[in-house]
């Protein structure tokens, strides 16, 4: 959905159109047409679990695919290795299956390398974040990543060798104020009758599996009926 032609050149969302407005309804449509059953899949464990496990890693995969582009870029077609045609010929299209298969290979090399230190278990802070900090680290970030996204590798402030130095400089400024955040004052008890939540005051979870499948744990329990003190009575009028 990115031209990644020279500047000025049209693209397929600029300018805007009404096709894309139409493409949008439509794929909102098609979920909503599918919610239903896919909610009724998602009740089988099996299907839950490649759900939960997909979903532990779709973040990774949207901020590494593009690397392996450039990898293997410059590893088989900037060596010559990989044969060049002419794009949409016949002999490029069946050049994507190889191409295809590549990519996917060095992608889950790193979706694997990565998710080794995005699911690491640590233990929870002691002190709540300090909003100021979070909202520094926060500005720090958006205004690095703004300024190269609004002018290019080349960033709004003078480059220096053709890196963005000054964007850079914010985002990693940001990303230690954030880490940081940690740090200030310390955290209050929960209100009664409000558990703390997984990772905040309690029990930190290991993977965003645990956010996604403890809450389900818990809903069972909390319907089961309560029979240590004489409560409801169970299947066949036991107590």
């Known amino acids: 959905m990115v031209g990644a032609g020279p500047a000025g050149d049209l693209d397929n969302t600029a300018p805007p159109t009404l096709a894309l407005l139409a493409l949008t309804v439509a794929w909102t449509g098609g979920v909503l047409l599918l919610r239903a059953p896919g909610e009724r899949a998602a009740a089988r464990p099996r299907v839950w679990e490649a759900v939960v496990g997909a979903n532990a890693v779709v973040l990774t995969v949207f901020l590494w695919h593009t690397v392996p582009v450039v990898l293997a870029g410059l590893a088989l077609v900037g060596t010559g290795l990989f044969p060049e045609a002419d794009v949409g010929s016949g002999h490029w299209f069946a050049l994507r299956v190889p191409w295809v298969l590549v990519l996917a290979v060095l992608l889950v090399a790193l979706v694997a390398a ?3 230190f995005e699911l690491r ?9 300090s909003g100021v900090v979070v909202g520094a680290g926060v500005a720090a970030c958006v205004v690095g990543l703004a300024g190269v996204g609004v002018g290019g590798v080349d960033g709004l402030a003078p480059a220096v060798a053709g890196v963005p130095v000054t964007e850079l400089a914010l985002v990693a400024v940001g990303g230690v104020l954030l880490s940081r955040a940690g740090r200030g004052r310390r955290r ?3 209100r009664e009758g409000h558990p703390p939540a997984p990772g905040v005051l309690g029990e930190r979870p290991h993977s965003p599996a645990d956010v996604l499948v403890r809450p389900r744990e818990d809903a069972l329990e909390t319907d089961e009926p309560d029979t ?12």
């Open 121 to 129: 278990a640590s233990p929870p802070p002691a002190r709540e974040p």
């Open 114 to 116: 990565a998710g080794r």
């Open 228 to 239: 240590a003190g004489g409560g409801a009575p169970g299947p066949g009028g036991s107590t």
């Open 188 to 190: 209050g008890r929960p």
